[in-house]
T-cell receptor
């Protein structure tokens, strides 16, 4: 089945530690996105990539980094500079023909130990 | 910058009844897209319905329909014949037509819909 796979489902970070969230898609979509979801807030865009080896900052990129070495993969690293990383992280993909239709993964819940 | 406001944090509807979720947005643009996304307990977001701003006709998808009032910048979602499976968080979202091929969406804070027997 085509879709977006996020792993792990739950992740715990220690103080000062970098952690990486995985996002893989087999939909052959060019664009991929990372959103952060906090309780009582909507989704906020962290980073997005429209093509391999290129990505742009979203609204809340500070403390995060990404890479796009393959079309299928768009990992997100939460660095130690992100002081409030506890949140639910959603990865998504899209194609231009479906203006605004995002295909989402099932998310990763990140918590701080 | 565009903003999306959902003023109803929670709503409740009885099974088989109709419920309307409200959304307002602020933009200076004339061409854009609006969406309603559903987030069930599984937390995987699903597109419910989409509206292009240049279309006057309100979008419908089976039991889901919208009331798009461009001048008032209002975009409400009506769910008819509500079912237990409709219980979820519903997010209103905005996409500028100027973002090229990237689907950068601005989301509201969501409305939690409960469906009771």
């Amino acid at each position: 089945d085509g879709g977006i796979t996020q792993s792990p489902k739950y992740l715990f970070r220690k103080e000062g530690q970098n952690v990486t969230l995985s996002c893989e898609q087999n939909l052959n979509h060019d664009a991929m996105y990372w959103y952060r979801q906090d309780p009582g807030q909507g989704l906020r865009l962290i980073y997005y990539s429209q093509i391999v080896n290129d990505f742009q900052k979203g609204d809340i990129a500070e403390g995060y980094s990404v890479s796009r070495e393959k079309k299928e993969s768009f990992p997100l690293t939460v660095t130690s500079a992100q002081k409030n990383p506890t949140a639910f992280y959603l990865c998504a993909s899209s194609i231009p023909q479906f203006h605004g239709k995002l295909f989402f993964g099932s998310g990763t819940q990140l918590s701080v130990l | 910058a565009q903003t999306v406001t959902q003023s109803q944090p929670e709503m409740s509807v009885q099974e088989a009844e109709t419920v309307t979720l409200s959304c307002t947005y602020d933009t200076s643009e004339s061409d854009y897209y609006l969406f309603w996304y559903k987030q069930p307990p599984s937390r995987q977001m699903i597109l419910v319905i989409r509206q292009e701003a240049y279309k006057q006709q309100n979008a419908t998808e089976n039991r889901f329909s919208v009331n798009f009032q461009k001048a008032a910048k209002s975009f409400s979602l009506k769910i008819s014949d509500s079912q237990l499976g409709d219980a979820a968080m519903y997010f209103c979202a905005y996409r500028s037509a100027k973002t090229g091929t990237a689907s950068k969406l601005t989301f509201g804070t969501g409305t939690r819909l409960q469906v009771t027997l």
